[in-house]
């Protein structure tokens, strides 16, 4: 995949890396690896391609169990800042989840008031409807760190890709299927802050399957590829 597609910069949720292993995208790619502390499960990691990676550095990264890390890469200007980031999950108790929304809110805005670039991207795991702050064709359905998304676009300061229509987003809205009920939700989103959306030129969700990790299953003799849940995404900038 990383051969035929060249990103320059791929965000990875979901490691399920344990002990001192690391993430690691040979040939080419330096990488920063985020783990949940001795549970497994989750992780996150960030690799910058040999393009990027002499000016990139890790700027920042969640505090126990939130899982974000911030990449700054510096061959623009101003610096591109690129946070990845895996969501809390449904069940979260509310405090939890404002806190963990308002610490990375944080993070945003000082970049922002900097002056410099941000993209927040991931597996934010967050419901936000439809409408003006939400995603075109979405389920109605808003969870809490979706209402909190929301505020934030509302101030106008930053922008849902997933959101901007047709003419950006190809492949959508959707971006994971249920394996067990079939049922697609829109989970994988991308945000940028209003300095970067004139550079922001697609948004590419792969429903096709061209670019989304699979294995193969071997079945009554048979093999199989089995994909992942979510489906890849790739977003461009001009």
């Not at 035929?4 to 949720?13: A, D, E, I, R, T």
Request: hydrophobic share 35%.
């Amino acid at each position: 995949i990383l051969k035929k597609v060249k990103p320059s910069v791929v965000l990875l949720n979901k490691t399920q890396l344990v002990g001192n292993m690391k993430v690691s995208l040979n040939p080419g790619y330096t990488s920063w690896t985020r783990k949940r502390s001795q549970k497994g499960g989750g992780g996150i990691a960030t690799a910058v391609s040999s393009q990027y990676s002499d000016t990139a550095v890790g700027v920042g990264e969640g505090q126990n169990d939130e899982e974000y890390l911030i990449v700054r890469i510096k061959a623009f200007s101003p610096a591109l800042n690129i946070i990845n980031s895996y969501g809390e999950q449904r069940k979260t108790k509310k405090e939890d989840v404002e806190e963990k929304w308002e610490n990375i809110k944080k993070q945003m805005e000082e970049i922002r008031m900097k002056g410099e670039f941000c993209a927040l991207g991931g597996d934010l795991n967050k419901l936000v409807g439809t409408g003006e702050q939400g995603v075109p064709g979405n389920s109605k359905e808003i969870s809490l760190g979706g209402k909190l998304l929301r505020e934030l676009l509302a101030s106008g300061n930053w922008t849902l890709v997933n959101g901007l229509g047709r003419e950006i987003v190809e492949g959508g809205p959707f971006t994971r299927i249920d394996p067990a009920s079939g049922n697609m939700s829109c989970l994988d989103l991308f945000v940028v802050s209003r300095q970067l959306l004139p550079y922001v030129e697609k948004l590419v969700i792969d429903k096709e399957r061209k670019f989304t990790p699979a294995r193969a299953v071997k079945e009554k003799g048979k093999y199989k590829l089995v994909y992942t849940d979510h489906m890849s995404c790739l977003l461009s900038f001009k």
